[in-house]
């Protein structure tokens, strides 16, 4: 069955690996984003400001949403974001997110899938966790019908446009080999390819089965 599905974020990391999982559906897909993106005929396009959600004139039924966005982060930052960058980080992780959020649903979208983080919690004391945690907790309250959270550990892949980072890639070398001794509750926190989560969200998105989806680690295949 042909659904139509609004994509946000499809530049990024995660964002790119979907949009070259739905490009092989059926489904009509638009793309949500500031900027065009080149080489995508025949794929809708909505370019806007994010700070103008609300003002978009698109009334077309959207079956489902797939969020990808997120503010681009260092690796320090994920320990600790400097006080006059929290506020730029919450706008982009939470306002943007429950905005687009319900963008989707008053234009009709019954399932919503979310790329979150793994050790996602509200009451976390680190900010990047506290706000994935809450905004996580506000996507579950709209009343979307389907509702389908990744949270994976660091992402490895090719970034869209982006030159590779030698701290990164230290960092990705020495993590891939310690992962291996991370076992049980702790395996949720090894590193995955986006290209993996991408592909799982879709499985899940596809199957028929409503209500509360958390993916982690071993829930991200190849499909």
């Known amino acids: 069955m042909s659904k139509k599905i609004l994509l946000v974020g499809a530049s990024g990391l995660v964002g790119s690996n979907l ?5 092989k559906n059926e489904s009509e897909l638009v793309l949500l984003s500031r900027k065009k993106l080149e080489n995508q005929m025949g794929i809708e ?15 077309e039924t959207i079956d489902e949403v797939y969020i990808a966005i997120g503010k681009k982060l260092s690796l320090l930052e994920l320990i600790y974001i400097k ?22 649903l008053s234009r009709g979208a019954k399932s919503i899938a979310l790329i979150s983080a793994v050790g996602a919690d509200n ?7 506290n706000v994935k945690g809450k905004i996580e907790e506000e996507i579950l309250s709209l009343g979307y019908e389907k509702v389908v959270i990744a949270r994976p550990s660091h992402l490895l892949g090719k970034r869209v446009n982006e030159k590779i980072n030698p701290v990164v890639l230290i960092f ?23 290209k993996k989560v991408a592909s799982s969200l879709v499985s899940i998105m596809n199957n028929e089965t409503k209500g509360k989806h958390i993916l982690y680690y071993e829930d991200f295949k190849d499909y």
């Open 19 to 23: 949009l070259h999982v739905l490009k």
């Open 45 to 59: 396009q909505i370019i806007t400001n994010f700070d103008d959600i609300k003002e978009i004139n698109y009334q």
């Open 83 to 104: 006080k006059e960058n929290q506020r730029s980080f919450q706008k982009v992780d939470f306002d943007y997110i429950k905005s687009i959020a319900k963008f989707a």
């Open 123 to 129: 009451n976390s004391k680190n900010l990047y966790l």
């Open 172 to 194: 990705e070398e020495i993590t891939n080999l310690t992962g291996y001794m991370l076992h049980g509750p702790f395996k949720k926190f090894r590193n995955v390819h986006a």
